[in-house]
């Protein structure tokens, strides 16, 4: 369980609130962008879950902050997803401007090689590794089912316990043992089939 | 490796990806600041969160008057009017009447015969 949810049930202060924000903002925004792989897009999820958060939520107790701030963000990037589908078929119904498969499927080490070129050579080779290995990673995360890396980044990155997590999926407790299951073993076999052991 | 150890080791290098560009943490914190400025605060007290609540749904405090006592001043006024109106008519009608009786040439005695009342009767049809 997160520190954050340990402090009892006073309600949040504005500077409890900022610290909150503050803490959950950049796992937020990579759970946002895993989902959606669009930078700008993500941002506006981020953006709208905290105001949602803040007008709404605003004064409910520092401990029940990360599950309700988790359940707005995931229901913001399933709202995006519903105007993303509803965006997609009129464009499939009345233009024939498709571009073909997204840039987003590419392999990442593909693009490494010229992404590193910008970054000074003079930084130690395992942490050039390290940040290969990050890439990598997100990008798997990114090929995972959408429920299958909702539950694990819940349970694993935001330490929701499997309850919360189902609470927050709108799923059973069953279900989200299955998918973290499912989700931890296909990120283990395509590290492996890469040749990368954890 | 098993999968709370696999998840704790993707975790931990998901943790050192955060490191983000300058351009999305200056958004991040733009969004946070924005949040916070619109951050509910709820009355510290049940009694104030009460009157709060009461005010709140009546439009604020200046507004109670105008929605909510001034109908019921107008109306308490207008039952007052109408229970002193009919008391009015009622004392009215029973003027008429007993002026009625004073001043007709029948004498009060014939009212209190009951065959006057019945030669009445008869005599109407």
Redesign the interface.
Known sequence: MHPDRQKGSS?AS?NE??EF??SV???A??QALFAVRD?ENA?DI??DS??K???????KPLAELPMLFQRILQNTIRDFYRRQKVRSLWVTLFSSLSSGKEDDDADPLETLASADDSKPRDGPADRLE??Q???I??FELRRLPARQRQA?LL???EELDVAETAAVMGCSEGSVKTH??RA??A??AALRARGID? | MNEQQTAHRIKQLLNKGLDLDAGTLARLETARKQALARQRIEAPSFVLGWADNVFGRLGGPTSIIPRMLLPMAVLILGLIAINQWRDSQTAAEIEEIDAAVLTGDLPLDAYLDKGFDAWLKRSSH
Request: charged share 20%.
């Open positions: 309600l504005p609130l900022a924000l503050a903002e950049r796992r925004y990579k930078s941002l981020v953006q905290m105001l958060l803040a007008e709404k939520y605003g004064a390290q940040s290995l990050i890439e990673i997100e694990f349970r694993y990155w973290c299951s931890a073993h990120l283990a954890l």
